[in-house]
Nanobody
Framework: QVQLIESGGGLVQAGGSLRLSCAGS????????MGWFRQAPGKERECVAA????????TYAESVKGRFTIARVNAKNTVYLQMNSLKPEDTAVYYC???????????????WGQGTQVTVSS
């Protein structure tokens, strides 16, 4: 069982930056691949970034490549999403989630956080 708690969301102007954090509980956190998802009103949930359990591989949605960076520190049971050059279309609720392998399909993720709102004003 893994419990996840996101933090770091907020309101930022276009072009600004935010860093999201996701703190996990449980000794098995380091065994899971971790993903960051987002869901805007009226849209499907999408994976914006994911990272393997040992950080050996990462994957990003095309819309955020070059602007977002995912990283994890297993010793702290924490995964981060650094978001730079934010755009109004990045506005959404952001969720972190844990999966048994590095995937982008939300149905493959076993554990989810409660989400944190990110709002980018123009």
């Amino acid at each position: 069982q893994v419990q996840l708690i996101e933090s770091g969301g907020g309101l930022v102007q276009a072009g600004g930056s935010l860093r999201l954090s996701c703190a996990g509980s449980g000794s098995t956190f380091s065994r899971y691949a971790m993903g960051w998802f987002r869901q805007a009103p009226g849209k499907e949930r999408e994976c914006v970034a994911a990272i393997a359990w040992n950080s050996a591989r990462t994957t990003y949605a095309e819309s955020v490549k070059g602007r977002f960076t995912i990283a994890r520190v297993n010793a702290k049971n924490t995964v981060y999403l650094q978001m730079n050059s934010l755009k109004p279309e990045d506005t959404a609720v952001y969720y972190c989630a844990a999966a048994r392998s590095l995937v982008v399909d939300s149905k493959e993720y076993d554990y989810w956080g409660q989400g944190t709102q990110v709002t980018v004003s123009s």
